[in-house]
């Protein structure tokens, strides 16, 4: 990354946080004729979205924290002209299980003679996968309707609900707790829980929690592009943030690395902004903030009231292997199940008891988890060499373990739960995935986790809150504003993902909240 640009004294909009948002958001007002400020904290720009090579020695540039693209609109890789691109995914998911003795599992993808075929090895019949069809088809139905809202600005509830045009489908995903729909279309215990995660990612709550937070994140994981589809970013997440980097640069903006805000003063007409570097510290003006990072940041810089504090719930873990590890089920191809959502712990029950275990302040017996393998989808992330080798990545995101119960020792705490999530994928595999592992230069595995506590360290997530707090609804709410990302302040707008429809590699708030500039001029 070049070096930072020593900022003016004035812009007409500074941009708070260089993260994914922050660049998009960068990119249009500049590529507008507006002159624009980026200051980022950290030594590069985006946040989240970032490719590193964590294990020393290794020609591996994994997608650190943020790995998979669904909520991104084309319109803003069209608008913005960025070189990125995403690869779709053959298999949506592989979920093991033993039952009656032996091993068996759920392989979803790969036309839909397999997939009907595999309901029924699993379950002996036809009316789960028939089930399957029936509630994919309604959310389907819905994702086409809403995902092009999220760019558009906030229709009230009615005006969502009549676009939906749907009212079952709006009773199952906007009024009652999602485990109402998943129990009564679903009575396989393993398909139930397949259904379900997709409402956890993120999120630690029931399946019929009366807040609906489950139905939130279940809700903005299906409707991404308005198919739900969930795609490998090419190159890594890295090249989205690097594109949009380069986008932003290009058309003028000014990317300050290394410059951390430390107090907004507005009167709603004009703003300063100090920060402070390695050298010093600085003030500059402009007309429009935007600030591309968590609520509770938000209310620090500019002295309000902070917001409820958020709480994050999962455990991610990224890995590179010399090879993928045989599966007990040897009716399926490790480079099918791998290559797609590899389920383990995520039965319907399994779900339950996890959350419940957690909930209690304890670490969940079978910690639930997902998988993928990046690389066999999208080889580039691995030196030449690794690849002539056969080594590929794994990514793993955990579920239901809250910040909490890694306050006391997260140190501790982290290699427990990751030696128990690593024993429950072992009870599936042929083989022990450290025999799998490839080493670094300094001969350790190339294994690293990250607890909720490690992710507000390094990037401030509040918490660890993937989604900086609990998801919204697309629609228009109390004081949401009309683009979803207006404060109490009128030039101070929040581009993050703690914005109406923010959460995810989505780069939604920051195209509204350029929006929301544009119009106000």
């Known amino acids: 990354m070049p070096p930072a640009t020593e900022p003016s004294r004035t812009y007409d909009t500074v941009i708070v946080g260089g993260g994914h948002n922050g660049l998009v958001a960068a990119a249009y007002l500049a590529r507008a004729g507006r002159t624009v400020l980026v200051l980022e904290r950290l030594a590069r720009t985006g946040g989240a979205a970032v490719s590193t090579r964590p294990f020393a020695g290794v020609d591996a540039r994994l997608s650190r924290y943020s790995y998979l693209v669904s909520l991104l609109p084309r319109k803003i890789v069209r608008d913005l002209g960025l070189d990125f691109r995403v690869r779709g995914r053959t298999i949506s998911s592989y979920t093991p299980v033993e039952r009656a003795g032996r091993p068996t599992g759920l392989l979803i993808g790969g036309g839909e003679r397999r997939i009907r075929e595999a309901f029924g090895r699993l379950t002996g019949g036809k009316q789960e996968y028939q089930a399957w069809q029936r509630f994919y088809g309604m959310t389907g139905r819905v994702a086409e309707r809403v995902f092009p809202t999220l760019t558009e600005p906030l229709p009230s509830r009615e005006e969502l609900r009549r676009r939906i045009d749907d009212e079952a489908a709006w009773k199952a995903l906007f009024e009652e707790p999602i485990g109402v729909a998943v129990e009564e279309n679903f009575t396989d215990d393993l398909v139930r829980g397949v259904v379900l995660t997709d409402a956890l990612i993120g999120t630690f709550a029931d399946a019929h929690d009366p807040s609906l937070r489950q139905n939130r994140c279940f809700l903005y994981h299906v409707i991404g592009g308005g198919t739900g589809a969930w795609d490998v970013p090419v190159g890594g997440m890295g090249a989205l943030t690097d594109a949009l980097a380069g986008a932003a640069r290009s058309a003028g903006a000014v990317l300050a690395t290394g410059h951390e805000a430390v107090r907004i003063e507005t009167d709603g007409r004009s703003a300063e902004i100090a920060y402070r570097t390695a050298d010093g510290e600085g003030v500059v003006a402009a007309r429009h903030v935007l600030v591309n990072a968590a609520p509770q940041e938000l209310a620090a810089l500019t002295g309000d009231p902070a917001p409820e504090p ?54 969940p017996s079978a910690p639930p988890s997902e998988i993928y ?42 290699a427990e739960l990751l030696k128990s999530t ?61 683009w979803g990302v207006e404060t109490r302040h009128a030039n101070v707008l929040l581009c993050g993902a703690g914005a109406v429809r923010g959460g995810g590699v989505s780069g939604v708030p920051g195209h509204n909240a350029a929006m929301a500039v544009l119009e106000a001029e």
């Open 310 to 363: 958020a709480e994050g719930a999962q455990l991610k873990v990224n890995m590179l292997l010399k090879r993928l590890p045989r599966l007990r089920d040897t009716a399926v191809d490790p480079r099918e199940a791998f290559s797609g959502t590899f389920h383990i712990a995520e039965g319907y029950e399994q779900l339950a008891t996890a959350h419940a275990q957690a909930a209690a302040g304890r670490l």
């Open 422 to 482: 690593v024993a429950q994928l072992d009870a599936h595999l042929a083989e022990p995935l450290v025999d799998c592992l490839a080493l670094d230069a300094d001969g350790r595995p190339c294994i690293e986790a990250k607890t909720p506590l490690d992710l507000e360290r390094d990037l401030r997530l509040p918490g660890g809150n993937i989604f900086h707090r609990d998801l919204s609804w697309p629609y228009l709410q109390e004081g949401s504003g009309r």
């Open 373 to 414: 393998c990046h690389s066999l989808t999208d080889p580039t992330i691995l030196g030449r060499d690794l690849v002539e080798r056969g080594y590929q990545t794994l990514t793993l995101f955990g579920l239901h373990t809250p910040a909490r119960l890694f306050a006391a020792d997260n140190d501790g705490v982290r």
